[in-house]
Structures are given as structure tokens and as C-alpha cells.
């Protein structure tokens, strides 16, 4: 053994016949991902769970047995992921791409925010199918509404992106759309060139998923191929089969499901770092009079927003108020309403003044709120048909997600069999 993977076996763990098989079979680059995937800072279960996963699912990967989820739990025990796994790489597996004469090519989108719908989007014009999934009740992502009361449109709040940039051609003509539409107008006291949804951050977005085929509160847990395309799984329930899979949803939680199938493309996602953020949210019965509209890096507060303040929303008083990275990973564990009481001291503090009890006070942690920029734009591997894309491929803001699942979609549609 060399002393390279010498040392990658005291570090990871792995000694005698299971180790050396593991690195003989799989290679030395996949077991450096799979050490960076045991020591990723995960704070969330589901890229655990997958790893508990991941020898087995390899072996199935081996054994082309892909699209049995069902198996791979029954023979769980009795899997060590080492025997049959040999040269490399995927020996059965072959690339599965729809030959010309089979008709349309079926994409799935795992993630709806701007990135997954962008590339929807981009997909549908082309002619292709495209089905999106997502883990949430609605459409979005990190672009975000939320109402006090479910149903009440009076009292709702934009607790992700406070607002969004339009700088780039398509997505400058893209928002003048929205902006005709009544969905997006510009609030210039963010910044020049700063726009938001109107009446929410997510009507436009809306607008953008109308006529997709949007399946929500379906998280996808795994992600297996075999020759006849990719298969979703929900846990044990599979979400369909599909000749491209498109991961769309923050590096983190991308990793996992890359990590078996493109070992470049997990270590892209793995490489990224995400800071957390605090939100809070206030309605006030009366005018906050001493602060403006918007304010920028005052004390701990990353942004404050008079969120009442934007066009098109209903009457009142409301406040979001974002904490900055340092001060959001000092209360990581803290509970929702200390930080939220937390947060309006640090709003009167901004103002000068004890601040009256909210009519509503709530807060909601970001464990990913905007990433460490790269510059790939999108990840795309035609030999399989994978591809990811999202705020991470770019950088962490709403337009560049947009960017990344627009140049994906191009990537994909050209090609397509026609
Ligand atoms: C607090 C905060 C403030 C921000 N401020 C700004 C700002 O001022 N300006 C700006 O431009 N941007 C801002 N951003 C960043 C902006 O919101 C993001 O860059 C953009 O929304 C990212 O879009 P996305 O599609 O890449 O990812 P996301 O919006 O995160 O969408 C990913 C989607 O995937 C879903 N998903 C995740 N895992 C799974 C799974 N396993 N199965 C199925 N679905 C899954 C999620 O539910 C989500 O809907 C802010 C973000 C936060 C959190």
C-alpha cells in the first residue's frame, strides 16, 4: 500500500481486508470524498442518513439493481460494500441516455427555488419535460414569504432575500416581464437597482412555475440509476423514473446525492461553505418613526427591513431583521423566541429606544443562508445525464441562481434528441 493511502486509512478509519478492498475498489479520489463527506459540518440528518446509505447503495449501483430501494433495505445487514465493486467506477451502470427515436426527454428537477424553476423554465421553452420536486409546501426556496396566520394575507413577511438585483440581459428582460405583470417592482431604497416581488418575494415565482409540473412536499432522499435512467426515492417510495436528473438545492444537501453518481461534482458542493442567519419578524401597532425603510449593518444586524414599506403590500407596521453570520452562529442553538426578543433589542438600539411590544414577534433560523461563491455557473455530466446548479454554482444571490438554472436548462436542451 502507499503511503498516501497509508495515511487515508489511519485517517478515515478503514484497516485489514475491508479497507484495502474499498480503496482498491472504488479508488483513491472516491474514498478522499467519502472522508470529506463523514467530516462535512452537516448540521441537518439527511446527509447523515444518506451515508448510512452509501456503501449499500453503491453495491446496488454494482449490482444494477438501481431501482430496487426495497431491496437494498431487505439486504442491508449482510452488505459490507466491498466484494464486487471493482476498476473504479460504476462496472454496470452504463450511461443512460434516451436513444433519439424514444421520444421526449424526461428531466426531473430535484428543488423549486429560482435555480430549479429557472432551469424548468429554460427546459419547457426548448420543448422538454421537466417535473420539479420539492421538499417544501410551496415554491421558492430561500426567496420566501411567510404569513403570521396561514391564509391571513395582511400580515405576511419576506424572512428570506429582502430583494433582488437585475443587472444580467436575460433576467433584467426576465423581471421587466414581472414588472408589467404587476409581480416585481424596484425598491431603490435597497439599493439602485434593487426590485422585490410584488405583493411577496414568491409571486413572481409563481408565475414562473405556472403550467410546470411542480410535485411539493416531496423530499428526495436518494437518487439511483440504472440503464433505464434515473429513479427518485422519497424514502422508500419511488418518485419516478427520468432519462436526466437536475439537483437543484443548496451544496450541502447536493453532496449526498452527488457523492454516489459524480465524484467531481460532490467535491464542488463539498467545498462550499454556507453561514447561518437569524431572521426575526415584527408587527408593530404603531410607526416605528426613528428608522428608515431599510438599513444596512447596524450593530449585529446584518439588514432591517420596513417590510410594510415595500410596493404593493397591505397596510401596518412590519419589520424583518436579518443577524449577521458571527452573531447567528453564536445563538445557532438558542431558541427561536429568546432570539426573536434578542433581535428586537437590537432593533431599538438602531432607533434609540425601547421598542413597544410586537403584535407579532417569531423567528426562524437559515442553517444555509447564502453560500461562498464559485464560478462554474451550473455542473453538467452528458455521459449520465446529472446536472446541478443553484446559488452555490455561482454566487449567493437570487439573480445568480436564476443565471445558473438558465444556462443549465441551454446545456440540456441542446442536447436533447429532437
Ligand atoms: C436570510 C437570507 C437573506 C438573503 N438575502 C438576499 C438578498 O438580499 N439578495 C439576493 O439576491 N439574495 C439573497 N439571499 C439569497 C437568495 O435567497 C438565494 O441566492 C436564492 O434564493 C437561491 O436559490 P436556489 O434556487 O439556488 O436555492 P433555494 O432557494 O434554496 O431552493 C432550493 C429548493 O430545494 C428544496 N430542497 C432542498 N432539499 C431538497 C430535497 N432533498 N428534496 C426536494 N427538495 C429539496 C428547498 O425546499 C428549496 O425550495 C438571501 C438568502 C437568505 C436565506
Redesign the pocket.
Known amino acids: 500500500m502507499s503511503a498516501e493511502k497509508a495515511a487515508l486509512h489511519s485517517t478515515i478509519g478503514l484497516s485489514g481486508r475491508r479497507g484495502s478492498l474499498i480503496t482498491a475498489a472504488i479508488g483513491l479520489d472516491a474514498i478522499i470524498v467519502f472522508n470529506d463527506i463523514i467530516s462535512a459540518r452537516s448540521p441537518l440528518d439527511?446527509p447523515r442518513d444518506m451515508l448510512r446509505h452509501f456503501p449499500l447503495l453503491m453495491q446496488a449501483c454494482a449490482d444494477d439493481k438501481c431501482d430496487e430501494p426495497e431491496k437494498i433495505a431487505h439486504d442491508a445487514p449482510h452488505v459490507d460494500g466491498t466484494g464486487r465493486l471493482t476498476g473504479g467506477g460504476w462496472p454496470s451502470c452504463v450511461p443512460s441516455r434516451r436513444p433519439r427515436d424514444q421520444g421526449l426527454m424526461r428531466v426531473a428537477i430535484?428543488?423549486?427555488?429560482?435555480?430549479?424553476?429557472a432551469c424548468a423554465r429554460r427546459l419547457r421553452d426548448a420543448g422538454l419535460e421537466a417535473t420539479l420536486?420539492?421538499?417544501?409546501r410551496g415554491?421558492?426556496?430561500?426567496?420566501?414569504t411567510r404569513r403570521a396566520e396561514p391564509g391571513d394575507p395582511g400580515v405576511a413577511f419576506d424572512?428570506?432575500?429582502?430583494?433582488?438585483?437585475a443587472r444580467s440581459e436575460g433576467f433584467t428582460r426576465l423581471v421587466a416581464a414581472w414588472e408589467k405583470a404587476g409581480l416585481a417592482a424596484r425598491w431603490p431604497v435597497?439599493g439602485a437597482d434593487s426590485w422585490v416581488g410584488r405583493p411577496t418575494m414568491t409571486a413572481p415565482l409563481k408565475a414562473l412555475a405556472d403550467d410546470l409540473d411542480v410535485r411539493l412536499s416531496?423530499?428526495?432522499?436518494a437518487l439511483t440509476r440504472s440503464r433505464a435512467g434515473w429513479t427518485l426515492h422519497s424514502e422508500a417510495k419511488r418518485l419516478g423514473k427520468f432519462d436526466t436528473a437536475v439537483i437543484?438545492?443548496?451544496a450541502e444537501?447536493a453532496a449526498p446525492?452527488l457523492s454516489l453518481h459524480d465524484f467531481e461534482m460532490a467535491r464542488a458542493a463539498m467545498a462550499v461553505r454556507y453561514n447561518p442567519?437569524w431572521?426575526a419578524m415584527f408587527a408593530f401597532e404603531e410607526r416605528i418613526e426613528e428608522l428608515p425603510d431599510f438599513l444596512r449593518g447596524a450593530g449585529s444586524l446584518v439588514?432591517a427591513a420596513r417590510d410594510s414599506a415595500k410596493p404593493g403590500r397591505a397596510p401596518g407596521e412590519r419589520w424583518v431583521v436579518?443577524a449577521d453570520w458571527t452573531w447567528s452562529e453564536a445563538h445557532l442553538a438558542s431558541e427561536s423566541a429568546s432570539v426573536a426578543r434578542l433581535l428586537l433589542a437590537e432593533l431599538g438600539k438602531v432607533a434609540g429606544r425601547e421598542l413597544p411590544a410586537p403584535s407579532h414577534i417569531a423567528a426562524h433560523r437559515?442553517l444555509?443562508?447564502?453560500p461562498s461563491g464559485q464560478d462554474p455557473k451550473l455542473l453538467w455530466n452528458p455521459a449520465i445525464g446529472l446536472g446541478a446548479?443553484?446559488?452555490?454554482l455561482y454566487h449567493?444571490?437570487?439573480?445568480?441562481?436564476w443565471l445558473?438554472?438558465h444556462v443549465l436548462g441551454a446545456a440540456i436542451a441542446a442536447e436533447a434528441p429532437r
Do not use: M, N
Open positions: 439527511a430535484i428543488g423549486a427555488g429560482i435555480a430549479g424553476l420536486f420539492d421538499k417544501s415554491i421558492g426556496g430561500r426567496l420566501a424572512h428570506g432575500a429582502t430583494h433582488f438585483t435597497a416531496r423530499p428526495v432522499t437543484a438545492i443548496p444537501q446525492l442567519c431572521t439588514t436579518q437559515w444555509f443562508s447564502q446548479c443553484g446559488d452555490w449567493g444571490f437570487a439573480e445568480y441562481a445558473s438554472g
